[in-house]
């Protein structure tokens, strides 16, 4: 006799907390970028962070979305996630931002992928959030200026 197979649909429910990060994603629900930044050495990260790399100490929110920003370096992605699927090719980059010491991974948009060019490199971006927070990092995006 083969084994009995039964077909038993199965689905969980997962409950992520965002912990010390919650801040920066209540900042994109607001329509605005934060980054953490060390009170004793000014030290300023472009991603949340709860604690200074360096020292420890426990680091403040700063709002960065005003400031300048410009495209360090980029990729095209021609393939991706189920989530990024539909969106390939897309163009994922890492953006620099005045006064600020390390860089933000996020995508651009308004840019061809297809043509993509050096030139893109230092071109001056700004960001934008969807209208509808999803309470993901994909909330926000960088479009040219």
């Not at 393939?79 to 933000?104: K, Q």
């Not at 948009?109 to 030139?119: E, T």
Request: hydrophobic residues 40%; negative net charge; glycine residues 4%.
């Amino acid at each position: 006799m083969a084994p009995i197979q039964i077909e038993q649909p199965y689905q969980i429910t997962y409950l992520h907390s965002y912990a010390q990060d919650s801040p920066w994603f209540a900042g994109l629900t607001n329509k605005k970028l934060l980054a953490n930044q060390d009170a004793e050495s000014g030290y300023t990260y472009a991603t949340p962070r709860g604690h200074d790399m360096y020292t420890g100490a426990e680091t403040h929110w700063i709002d960065i979305t005003d400031r300048k920003a410009e495209i360090h370096a980029f990729t095209v992605c021609h393939f991706g996630s189920e989530e990024f699927l539909p969106d390939t090719p897309f163009v994922l980059a890492l953006i620099e931002f005045e006064e600020v010491n390390t860089l933000l991974l996020t995508r651009i948009v308004g840019i061809d992928p297809m043509q993509a060019s050096l030139d893109w490199i230092g071109m001056q971006v700004a960001p934008q959030f969807l209208r509808n927070s999803k309470l993901k990092p994909t909330d926000v995006y960088f479009v040219p200026v």
